[in-house]
């Protein structure tokens, strides 16, 4: 499953309401009844209007969802909080896509690296030769991301078509005027995947050559029907489900949020604080919304 699309963001810059009552501070359990995208934070003495919404950082523009009243909740807030703040100098990412040393075809057998170009000359418009010099250079993880973005087969590529929840957000905190804050610097972000291993980079280099776009219509329209269902367990469900992301949870999700909470704490006891977090972050046993309950916060989810 070509779930690692999410980290696309990295070089703009790849993981959801009925009215319901609010509920006491206690963990809810998983996976939960409730739907929503937008959550309201409350309790714990906090004094601020702040709030919790699940992004998806690229979505087709028909499927993209921001209706008024999501607009003007951000636009009262104070601060607007995102992974990174603010869109990225893609000048930056480049640099930290790059080895230290070494050749991305460093990380693979001789049968592999035959396989990747045997790919590329099939599916791309490189040829085996360009492939070379401009990957050569590159982390796998982040060369398994561009991979299906040169796939011919791919109907869709790039930004054409697709719109940003990030970009439509820092263009409402520009023009009210609202603080930009992020919960991780684009270094820190690249560094996380440098924990993965040498073998599930290769992995997540090797499933895009072996299934290429075979499923990635179906699996696409899945996540989006879970996301307009605002059902965020059901699409943590299905990130962390799968078998080769399973092993990389914790790096990629867990570890994160629990990173996370403790700034968020800080934020909204300052100031009304509106945090946006791709949706795959806030369900899950170690969600941001179950670790911000566990904590104290009552999370009430807000219909949209």
Do not use: C
């Not at 930290?96 to 599916?123: C, K, P, R, Y």
């Not at 980079?201 to 299934?211: C, D, G, K, P």
């Not at 949706?279 to 009430?300: F, I, S």
Request: net charge negative.
């Amino acid at each position: 499953m070509n779930n690692f699309l999410f980290l696309a963001n990295l070089f703009l810059f790849l993981l959801l309401g009925s009215s319901v009552t609010a509920q006491d501070t206690s963990v809810r359990e998983f996976p939960m009844e409730d739907r929503a995208l937008l959550w309201k934070i409350e309790g714990n003495g906090i004094k601020t209007k702040s709030y919790l919404f699940g992004t998806v950082h690229l979505i087709d523009e028909e499927e993209f969802f921001f209706p008024k009243k999501l607009q003007k909740i951000v636009a009262k807030s104070e601060v607007l909080t995102m992974e990174i703040a603010g869109i990225p100098d893609p000048m930056e990412a480049f640099k930290l896509s790059m080895l230290d040393s070494g050749s991305f075809f460093d990380f693979f057998t001789e049968d592999q690296a035959d396989s990747i170009l045997n790919w590329v000359e099939e599916n791309t418009a490189l040829s085996p030769a360009a492939f070379k010099l401009m990957a050569g250079k590159m982390r796998p993880f982040v060369v398994a991301q561009f991979l299906p973005e040169i796939d011919k087969n791919n109907p869709s590529p790039g930004m054409d078509g697709k719109k940003s929840y990030e970009i439509e957000l820092e263009a409402i905190a520009k023009k009210k005027d609202l603080e930009i804050e992020g919960l991780e610097t684009v270094a820190e972000q690249m560094g996380i995947f440098d924990l993965l291993t040498n073998e599930q980079q290769v992995a997540m280099v090797m499933e895009i050559i072996r299934n290429g776009n075979a499923d990635s219509g179906e699996e696409l329209a899945e996540i989006m029907e879970l996301y307009s269902d605002q059902d965020i367990d059901g699409l943590y469900q299905m990130i962390a489900g799968d078998g080769e992301l399973m092993e990389m949870n914790d790096i990629l999700l867990d570890n994160r949020n629990k990173r996370w909470v403790p700034m968020i704490e800080q934020m909204i006891k300052e100031k009304s604080t509106f945090i946006a977090v791709g949706a795959g972050h806030l369900g899950g046993p170690n969600g941001v919304l179950r670790l911000l309950e566990t904590q104290g916060y009552t999370l009430k989810p807000i219909e949209l």
